[in-house]
Structures are given as C-alpha cells and as structure tokens.
C-alpha cells in the first residue's frame, strides 16, 4: 500500500508561481513512476508531468513544457511540481500518482496504481 499526500495548491493570480508536493509513504521506491495529473471542471483528467524515480528522467504535457518543472527529493520520498507562468487555462485540481508500469505508460492514468487526494490549484486573470 501506497499513501500520497499533496500540498501547495491555492489561488494565485496569471503569471504567478505555485510549488506544489507529493509526499509518499508506504511501500518500497526503488523502481517506479510518479506523475503529476490534473482535472478542471466538465473535463476529463489530463497528464501534467512525470519522473522516473531511477533515473529521473522528466517528462512534461506540450500545455506546461517550459512553464512547469517535475522534481524529486529521494531521501523525503517527496515529488514536487514547480509550476510558473501560470495561466487561468491551468485552473484545475491537481493529482500526484504513482506507476509501477514503467515509463513508456507514463501518460496513461490507467496505469496508475495509487493516488493522492488532490490539491486545487485556482489561477485569476
């Protein structure tokens, strides 16, 4: 069993910045994915970001490329997400995830085995 916490969601106005973190517990590290997901109101949930927690391997949605920065502090157990030159578009609730499924389902939220509560992440114009 895996248990995931988020924290650093909040309202914050266009072009302002918010890190948000996922602290996992539970069962072991060594070989896995975690990503980070979002879903807005009325729309299906979509990929944000993800890292292989080996390799560190980064991988991003074209809609936060260049804005957005995955990150992991292996010792905490701990994946954040820097996100800057935020946008309303990016207004969602925002999900981290862990995957033993490898990289190349990365993308797929079915393939996701465990998953935090979500943290709502509000952008004003």
């Known amino acids: 069993q895996v248990q995931l916490v988020e924290s650093g969601g909040g309202l914050v106005q266009a072009g302002g910045s918010l890190r948000l973190s996922c602290a996992a517990s539970?069962?072991?590290?060594?070989?896995?994915?975690m990503g980070w997901f979002r879903q807005a109101p009325g729309k299906e949930r979509e990929f944000v970001a993800a890292?292989?927690?080996?390799?560190?391997?980064?991988y991003y949605a074209d809609s936060v490329k260049g804005r957005f920065t995955i990150s992991r502090d292996n010792a905490k157990n701990t994946v954040y997400l820097q996100a800057n030159s935020l946008k309303p578009e990016d207004t969602a609730v925002y999900y981290c995830?862990?995957?033993?499924?490898?990289?190349?389902?990365?993308?797929?939220?079915?393939?996701?085995?465990?998953w935090g509560q979500g943290t709502q992440v509000t952008v004003s114009s």
């Open positions: 890292i292989t927690w080996s390799g560190g391997n980064t």
């Open positions: 995830a862990v995957s033993y499924s490898g990289s190349y389902y990365l993308r797929d939220d079915r393939r996701y085995d465990y």
């Open positions: 539970g069962r072991t590290f060594s070989s896995y994915v």
